[in-house]
């Protein structure tokens, strides 16, 4: 057994509105299993305590610069989309997904496809300091095995779900039902065993999954003990469709919470349009959210309010959502999310309400121990807990990065200026589980 330790400024939530900013901390990460086994706090002899340990260690002296940053959790992102991130954003909702989804997606069907993408999108996440995705792959099972050995590979903790849909979709791309629950079954037994990886029971959203689709989802999900992601209420037009398709569910989030996929282990992309009695149905279930704001808006279908879910207690992530969102990055969904509170605040503003926009702390909180309870991972990830996995970022500023420091700046504006002048240049290192898996260093 040996250790890693790390001394310097460490900086991490503890809940939505605490976060925690520690100076001069000692952190000691088992090598072994990746789990932090000690954190000391204002410590003032660190070569006392680490002589006290009864294993080798390795010691890293982060500079006044530098500081230890959770990993950045990403409830809600599509691997395949990345082949046309960054373009294709003229259309709404259901008109870009016939246009440009569909199409794109069901080329996967190639397993050289599969390959050549998924390494890419996985590298470029990674190097982002995502360190743990929830992925929409697609219909086809090879591909999704590919996207799993990918991950593996590459060392990203991640959630992965093959894609289900077999009504209203193009002759090209739909699936037969029976198939699709059967090769739902074998994606779920092929990646469970995984260390790091855990299927994700997927139904592309209502308008595409048959009520008996998603009623043998839901016993897949129950057989298996594996967690439940879709999409909800992201766009006007496709609730009113939704909601003409199930005329028997009381409303959209109804639709799922009639066919068993609400629960404490469910988390639903988007949730822009909801009434009141959706908010309180996503309440009752401790089902989570995974908010997409550049998505939102890229897509213009709308603004969503994330403070009418924290309000009532319901769990709150944020996603990239690639590629309805532009940006592969969890820094770009901070600022994103950021935009889209501010435009809550001046909506309020201007009816004279008053609204408090997102703060830093909250920010942080979204992006990662926020984000690890929409995924119920929070015992395991999510900030730097002794018995937590050791999944982080080294963020260093005085790199030849995309942040100047003046020398004056207090360490919360050093948190500041990474959140929204950072990229990928100041992440000198990126760790999953105590492995390094990308970094700038």
């Avoid at 397993?111 to 190097?127: G, I, M, Q």
């Amino acid at each position: 057994m040996t250790y890693t330790a790390f001394f310097g400024t460490i900086v991490h939530s503890l809940s939505l509105k605490d976060l925690e900013i520690i100076s001069d901390a000692l952190l000691i990460v088992d090598d072994d299993n990746g789990t932090i086994v000690a954190m000391e706090k204002q410590v003032k002899d660190v070569d006392a305590i680490l002589d006290k340990l009864d294993q080798p260690y390795k010691l890293q002296r982060l500079t006044p610069q530098q500081f230890l940053f959770p990993g950045l959790v990403d409830t809600h992102a599509h691997a395949p989309q990345y082949v046309f991130a960054g373009s294709g954003m003229d259309l709404q909702l259901l008109e870009w997904l016939n246009t440009h989804v569909f199409p794109a997606e069901s080329s996967f069907k190639s397993p050289e496809t599969a390959k050549n993408a998924y390494d890419k999108v996985v590298s470029r996440f990674l190097r982002n300091g995502t360190t743990t995705c929830s992925w929409f792959a697609t219909i086809h099972l090879d591909a999704c095995k590919i996207l799993v050995d990918t991950i593996e590979r590459l060392g990203q903790r991640a959630y992965v779900g093959k894609v289900n849909m077999d009504q209203n979709c193009p002759d090209y791309y739909i699936e037969d039902t029976d198939a699709s629950l059967k090769d739902t079954r074998e994606f779920i037994e092929y990646a469970q065993p995984k260390k790091l990886i855990t299927p994700v029971v997927t139904p592309r959203f209502a308008i595409t999954c048959s009520s008996k689709l998603m009623n043998g989802l839901s016993q897949l999900a129950k057989e298996y003990n594996v967690p439940i992601q879709t999409h909800l209420c992201e766009n006007q037009n496709e609730i009113e469709f939704t909601k003409s398709l199930f005329p028997e569910s009381a409303n959209y989030t109804a639709v799922y919470a009639d066919h068993g996929l609400l629960g404490e282990n469910s988390y639903m992309a988007h949730c822009v349009f909801m009434t009141d009695d959706e908010i309180d149905l996503l309440a009752k279930h401790n089902t989570g959210v995974a908010h997409c704001a550049n998505s939102n808006f890229s897509l213009h279908s709308g603004v969503c309010d994330v403070r009418r879910f924290l309000e009532k207690g319901i769990k709150v992530g944020l996603g990239t959502d690639v590629a309805g969102g532009f940006a592969p990055s969890m820094l770009d969904a901070v600022r994103s999310s950021f935009f889209a509170s501010k435009c809550t605040l001046m909506d309020h503003r201007d009816r004279k309400l008053d609204y408090e926009h997102l703060g830093t702390a909250e920010l942080v909180y979204l992006a990662t121990l926020g984000g690890a309870k929409v995924l119920n991972l929070h015992n395991r990830i999510g900030n730097f807990v002794v018995g937590k996995a050791f999944d982080a970022l080294v963020v260093d500023l005085d790199s030849k990065g995309s942040v100047d420091l003046m020398g004056n700046e207090t360490q919360l504006q050093m948190v500041e200026k990474f959140l929204f002048n950072g990229n990928d240049q100041v992440l000198a290192d990126v760790y999953v589980n105590g492995r390094r898996v990308a970094g700038s260093a």
